[in-house]
């Protein structure tokens, strides 16, 4: 059984340029949310989505946007990027039918913007 | 805003030693959960505490929810250094976001 897989691990940027990551749950999860790593900080929440629609919004600008797929994957889109948004970006899955259900995160991406 | 305030931010242990970390705020939680994260990877849920008071063991691990629900600790008795890691508390929300303290960076030596 597959886990939280997220693609690519390791990406560079230019300042100013668009980014895409990708996430793929793991089987039997349809919520998704993505989280900012800041080096040597705790995860901060960006946002959740929810049968492909955002259910939970963080402090985060509108240059952040995602979706959500009909099979429950999910992108998280940054435009304009900052030297700031350097950090690692990690996504976690859980399952909807259940409260309280255990969320399962991926390894991440991290992006270095120069 | 829900704010978790760990303590020590870093920790540096010879192997066999025991340690206690803190995770505090001033809100009062339905439930806080500890999670370790490692290098190059994603945090892995440890254990979820509910009800003030419990104390919950997971091996040499040892953990605790305040009676007042705004505080827990994490007690870790003779280190390994396969301990070594971030440790992080996060609260939940009803609709599954966490909030996440700063984290704990412990370094266990042999």
């Known amino acids: 059984d597959a886990g939280v897989t997220q693609s690519p691990t390791h990406l560079i940027k230019t300042r100013g340029q668009q980014v895409t990551l990708r996430c793929s749950p793991k089987?039997?999860?349809?919520?998704v949310s993505w989280y900012q790593q800041a080096l040597g900080q705790g995860p901060q929440f960006i946002f959740q989505?929810?049968?492909?629609?955002?259910?939970q919004r963080g402090n985060f600008p509108d240059r952040f946007s995602g979706h959500q797929f009909p099979n429950y994957s999910s992108e998280l889109n940054v435009n304009a990027l900052l030297l700031g948004d350097s950090a690692l970006y990690l996504c976690?899955?859980?399952?909807?039918?259940?409260?309280?259900?255990?969320?399962?995160f991926g390894q991440g991406t991290r992006l270095t913007v120069v | 805003t829900q704010l978790l305030e760990q303590s020590p931010q870093f920790l540096s242990i010879q192997e066999g030693e025991n340690l206690t970390v803190y995770c505090n705020s001033s809100?009062?939680?339905?439930?806080l959960q500890w999670y370790r994260q490692e290098p190059g990877e994603g945090p892995v849920l440890l254990v979820t505490?509910?009800?003030?008071?419990e104390v919950k063991k997971l091996k040499r691990l040892t953990f605790q929810f305040g009676d007042a629900r705004k505080d827990s600790s994490l007690h870790i008795t003779a280190a390994q250094p396969g301990d070594t890691g971030l440790y992080l508390c996060?609260?939940?929300?009803?609709?599954?976001?966490?909030?996440f303290g700063g984290g704990t960076r412990l370094m266990v030596k042999p």
């Open positions: 976690a899955s859980s399952g909807q039918g259940q409260p309280n259900t255990e969320a399962f």
């Open positions: 089987s039997g999860h349809d919520t």
């Open positions: 989505y929810y049968e492909e629609e955002e259910r």
């Open positions: 809100s009062v939680f339905s439930s």
């Open positions: 505490v509910v009800t003030g008071g």
């Open positions: 996060a609260a939940r929300n009803a609709g599954n976001m966490l909030t």
